[in-house]
């Protein structure tokens, strides 16, 4: 299995900055795309960005400009930088991936999505 874990959470005044990492583990074989969902309370689950391994990037509309993602494909890492915070960015921030990865097994199972246990991002002052 594969394993996502997320960092750099936390509670910034509105205008700040802060940086998300996501880090994968465990008995990988690739990794396709990586990206950064948010569920703030009482509303569905959105993207906020994906990038792909060969750092083809693309962002929700509302995002843009203030959000950057990248990751290290030797590290299987993805990051988010979050400038000019605003309220509504408060949510759960999730780590999502696609890849394939060997079971315990040792069968090969291709095509999986893999998520983070999410970080909270609080926005206010």
């Known amino acids: 299995q594969v394993q996502l874990v997320e960092s750099g959470g936390g509670l910034v005044q509105p205008g700040g900055s802060l940086r998300l990492s996501c880090a994968a583990s465990?008995?990988?074989?690739?990794?396709?795309?990586m990206g950064w969902f948010r569920q703030a309370p009482g509303k569905q689950r959105d993207l906020v960005a994906v990038?792909?391994?060969?750092?083809?990037?693309n962002y929700a509309d509302s995002l843009k400009g203030r959000f950057t993602i990248s990751r290290d494909n030797a590290k299987n890492t993805v990051s988010l930088q979050m400038n000019s915070l605003k309220p509504e960015d408060t949510a759960v921030y999730y780590c999502?991936?696609?890849?394939?990865?060997?079971?315990?097994?040792?069968?090969?199972?291709?095509?999986?999505?893999?998520w983070g246990q999410g970080t909270q991002v609080t926005v206010a002052s």
């Open positions: 999502n991936a696609e890849g394939s990865h060997y079971d315990l097994g040792g069968v090969l199972r291709l095509g999986y999505t893999y």
């Open positions: 465990g008995r990988i074989v690739s990794i396709n795309h």
């Open positions: 990038i792909t391994s060969d750092d083809t990037t």
